[in-house]
Structure formats: structure tokens, C-alpha cells
């Protein structure tokens, strides 16, 4: 088992950052691909960035990718997300993920998931 706790959401103006903390605890945080995913309102969940184990190699969705970027600490049992430059149709909950598998876009890969924080960017 493996237990996911996000942080850092909250309220900022378009244009501005925010950096988003997953903490995990139970098994090795090592053996687990990591990945975001986000929903917003009416919409169905979607996948933000996702990063290998060994941290080696992310991948990114085309809506996000050069303004976020995903970084995983191992030693610390912690996945960051960096979300520079947000635009209001970024505004979701943010779900942290972690598969036992290969990283996925796909929300049905992911084998654990954290409760969610919520971003909102007003314009």
C-alpha cells in the first residue's frame, strides 16, 4: 500500500506559479512511476506529467508541457509539479498517482491515488 498526500494549491492570479507537492508513505517510493493528472469542472480526469522511477525521464501532456514540469525526490519520498505561466483553463484539482507499472496517460494505469488539491487561476 502506498499513501499519496498533494499540497501547495491555492489561488493565483494567470501568469503566476505554483509548485505542487505529493508526499508518499508505506512501500518504497523508489519502485513507482509517478504522474499528475487533473479535473476540472465537467471534465473528465486528465493526464498533466508523469516521471519514471528512476526519475530519469518525464513525460508531459501538449497543454502543459513548457510551462510544468515534474521532478521526483526518492530520498525524499516526494513528486513535485513546477507550474509556471497558468492560465485560468488550468484551474482543476490535481490528483497525484502512482503506478506499480510503466508510466501511462492513462488514469486506469495508476494503482494509488492522493485525495487532491485544488488550483484555481483567475484571470
Known amino acids: 500500500q502506498v499513501q499519496l498526500v498533494e499540497s501547495g494549491g491555492g489561488l493565483v492570479q494567470a501568469g503566476g506559479s505554483l509548485r505542487l507537492s505529493c508526499a508518499a508513505s508505506?512501500?518504497?517510493?523508489?519502485?513507482?512511476?509517478m504522474a499528475w493528472f487533473r479535473q476540472g469542472p465537467g471534465k473528465e480526469r486528465e493526464f498533466v506529467a508523469a516521471?519514471?522511477?528512476?526519475?530519469?525521464?518525464?513525460y508531459s501532456s501538449d497543454s502543459v508541457k513548457g510551462r510544468f514540469t515534474i521532478s521526483r525526490d526518492n530520498a525524499g519520498n516526494t513528486v513535485f509539479l513546477q507550474m509556471n505561466s497558468l492560465k485560468p483553463e488550468d484551474t482543476a484539482v490535481y490528483y497525484c498517482?502512482?503506478?506499480?507499472?510503466?508510466?501511462?496517460?492513462?488514469?486506469?494505469?495508476?494503482?494509488?491515488w492522493g485525495q487532491g488539491t485544488q488550483v484555481t487561476v483567475s484571470s
Open positions: 516521471i519514471r522511477r528512476s526519475a530519469g525521464s518525464t
Open positions: 498517482a502512482a503506478s506499480n507499472g510503466a508510466v501511462s496517460v492513462r488514469p486506469r494505469a495508476y494503482d494509488y
Open positions: 508505506g512501500r518504497s517510493f523508489s519502485m513507482f512511476a
